[in-house]
């Protein structure tokens, strides 16, 4: 069972544009929704995080935005260059346990074309 | 940057064989965490600790095993490898303080001929 789901699966824009990346969820116990970038061979890091009790958050070029009611939010990234080329994955926690386990999206691949 | 590394990075062996990959963190984080992931798939949790000699099996069932005797240290071992087991392992550690961030290995890449 798939508890965030994350769409689309790949994007492909021009250089300045603002690719969107939306996830949904239905477990209403998540309070912390991250955004992780990974680059080929890498780890993924963590690029930006908002709590349900805020509607967006910006940082840099990377706002999210979200939508409690609807049980989504999403990733905007202004101005994208072709170095933000990598796969973006959303991922929400339930604030129960001591570990405090992330339940990850699909990942969306994106391609910023120069 | 985070201080977390994984050996080996790219690992080809034979069915059968035992097999154990490497994590290990400079921060002194408590939290660490196993996750296998399928190439443009989710990230699935298939072990976490929460500290030294706990150990607990995360939502994706694995025939691996795991051990935390030290702090820094989060090996995964595969007794019998088989071509199913075929996958990205990524290793991971969070702090106490801040527990929602974690930071991951670069992975170890690992074909199971």
Redesign the interface.
């Known amino acids: 069972q798939q508890q965030v789901k994350q769409s689309p699966q790949s994007l492909i824009v021009q250089k300045g544009g603002i690719p969107i990346i939306n996830c949904a969820y239905e477990n209403t116990a998540f309070d912390y929704f991250p955004w992780y970038q990974q680059f080929p061979g890498k780890g993924p890091a963590l690029l930006i995080a908002i709590r349900p009790d805020v509607s967006e958050k910006k940082e840099g070029r990377f706002t999210i935005s979200f939508n409690k009611s609807a049980k989504q939010f999403s990733l905007h990234i202004m101005d994208s260059q072709p170095g933000d080329s990598a796969t973006y994955f959303c991922a929400a926690r339930v604030n129960s346990g001591s570990a405090r386990q992330l339940t990850f999206g699909s990942g969306t691949q994106l391609t910023v074309l120069p | 940057e ?1 201080d ?1 590394y994984q050996t080996p990075r790219y690992l080809v062996i034979g069915t059968g064989k035992k097999i154990t990959l490497e994590c290990s963190q400079t921060m002194g984080h408590d ?1 660490m ?1 196993w996750y296998q992931q399928d190439p ?6 298939i072990h ?3 500290g030294v000699n706990s150990t ?1 099996k ?2 994706l069932s694995s025939e691996s095993t795991v051990s935390r005797i030290r702090t820094e240290h989060f090996p995964l071992t595969l007794e019998s490898a088989r071509p199913s087991h075929t996958s990205q392992y ?3 550690s ?1 702090d106490r303080a801040r ?9 170890t890449r690992l074909l199971v001929l």
């Open positions: 985070a977390i939290k965490y443009g798939m989710e990230l699935h949790l976490y600790s929460y607990e995360g939502d990524l290793c991971a969070s527990q929602e961030t974690q930071y991951f290995g670069p992975g």
